[in-house]
């Protein structure tokens, strides 16, 4: 990495600045608010980094995310459309789940992704990691391509109403910059996605792409 | 959008499908229970799509995320350093922040750029709005270009302990690839800014490319 560039202080009485890797933050107690099946809500008594006493409200997520652009013999990417409760209102995405610890999240992106669409695939990818979102909660995710599909038949969560469509892949980056797919995770695996593939959106092969030394 | 692709039904007895927005959840209850100044956490009691009795925990976020990939003149990103108290460890950023609802999400943007760094930019575009995570929140974001950079003094919130520092952005795109920038909204803003600039990461103005008809 490039060295730090000096910038100027904006606290002349701030400590020494703490090491990159020292935790700054002290807590002090901490209380189970709420939890469920998905998540845990923890509030934190703490020691801010100004030295004040302060509280912190943590999400933790149960499980991992796990995001999956699939894409087809003809280019066409698999998109799952649903109900979003939190959101309220419909919103299209790749196909995307949680999977418990102790669960490969590899092996996790293959159930989802065959539960939800009854899609198998014969070639994955790791396209990237991401932590969303970091100032409130600790979930992490991780991101796949998968080509090589094959159709089956979708099981999905009873509290899953789910539709598939499969939509070329020019065109689903046409939806993201229309704003049709407003779902981060989404958005960030297409973007992943596109970058691998070019300017001209020509089709990577995972298995060669894996092996290579192009920036991934 | 293309038609939707005809899927097999994984599910024979399922009554019709509802139009695509109509919400096939019903809430019944709303519990209080957690709260701090900057996320609400309510327990429902649902009829879930399949009719079956269910709950949902939603985390409402009191204010909206805006990030900046704000770029100077010599092509370098401004990042930001801290440690993450969520995920226990320190973590390189484009300047993040939220803003309280009431404010203009481009005002906010322009008041966390100069707070966490003393700069200010001269040209402002967005390129795209996000939901992150949607399965268990309902917070949304909103992304800027920002060129043009002025440094001033930077005024970070008493629970910020930042560094900033200012990388080529062949380098930050590359940072990425290492998985060093893990967090999700820096990343889809970057993988933005990297799909409008083309394979060869040459540099747009954001004001002619706000009136271009080319992608986003």
Redesign the interface.
């Known amino acids: 990495?490039?060295d730090?560039?000096p910038?100027?202080s904006?606290?002349s009485a701030a400590p020494e600045?703490?090491a990159?890797?020292?935790?700054?933050?002290r807590r002090h107690s901490r209380r189970l608010?709420?939890e469920?099946p998905?998540?845990e809500?923890h509030?934190d008594e703490?020691t801010?980094?100004?030295g004040?006493p302060?509280?912190?409200?943590?999400?933790h997520?149960r499980g991992r995310?796990v995001g999956i652009v699939a894409i087809d013999d003809e280019d066409r990417v698999v998109l799952v459309?649903q109900?979003?409760?939190?959101?309220?209102?419909?919103?299209w995405e790749i196909p995307?789940g949680?999977v418990p610890e102790g669960e490969d999240p590899l092996e996790g992106a293959r159930r989802e992704l065959r539960e939800e669409?009854?899609v198998e695939a014969s070639t994955w990818r790791e396209i990237?990691?991401?932590?969303?979102?970091?100032?409130?909660?600790?979930?992490?995710?991780f991101m796949y391509l998968a080509t090589g599909l094959t159709?089956g038949?979708?099981?999905?969560d009873?509290?899953?109403?789910l539709?598939?469509?499969?939509?070329?892949f020019t065109?689903v980056?046409?939806?993201?910059?229309r704003?049709?797919i407003?779902?981060?995770?989404s958005?960030?695996a297409l973007?992943?996605v596109?970058?691998l593939r070019?300017?001209s959106y020509e089709a990577v092969d995972p298995v060669d792409a894996a092996g290579s030394s192009e920036?991934?």
């Open positions: 990495m490039p730090p560039e910038t100027p904006s606290r600045p703490v990159a890797n020292d935790n700054p933050w608010a709420y469920n998905w998540i809500v509030h703490v801010r980094p100004d004040q302060g509280i912190y409200g943590v999400v997520f995310a459309g109900f979003r409760y939190t959101m309220g209102h419909y919103s995307e949680g669409t009854g990237g990691g991401l932590e969303i979102p970091n100032s409130i909660s600790d979930e992490i995710g159709q038949t979708a099981e999905p009873p509290t899953e109403d539709r598939v469509r499969r939509v070329p065109e980056m046409a939806m993201v910059d704003g049709e407003p779902d981060a995770l958005q960030l973007e992943r596109a970058r070019g300017s920036p991934r």
